[in-house]
């Protein structure tokens, strides 16, 4: 894989297809010292931000600058309760 190939992107995906999207994924995962090395190298199934955090990793590796940030997004339920 090259930073400079306009491949980038899928070459990266291309690994990911051997990877497993699993919201049952053995959480061992998330205590170790880095979850992303440890997903792509050790239980390679997990979910969205096992793949995110991964992808990070891969194009820092290739010295494309990365970041993953995460969030989340719940709507207002009601005006005076907490969410």
Not at 26 to 34: E, T
Not at 35 to 47: N, P, R
Request: hydrophobic letters at 40%.
């Amino acid at each position: 894989m090259s930073a400079n190939s306009p491949t980038v992107v899928k070459d990266v995906l291309r690994v990911f297809s051997q990877y497993t999207y699993n919201r049952q994924y053995n959480q061992d995962v998330d205590a170790a010292d880095d979850v992303a090395m440890s997903f792509l190298t050790e239980y390679k199934e997990g979910i969205c931000q096992h793949f995110a955090s991964s992808a990070v990793v891969m194009y820092r590796s290739l010295g494309i600058p990365a970041r993953y940030v995460g969030g989340l997004y719940v709507g207002q339920v009601n005006a005076d309760e907490w969410t």
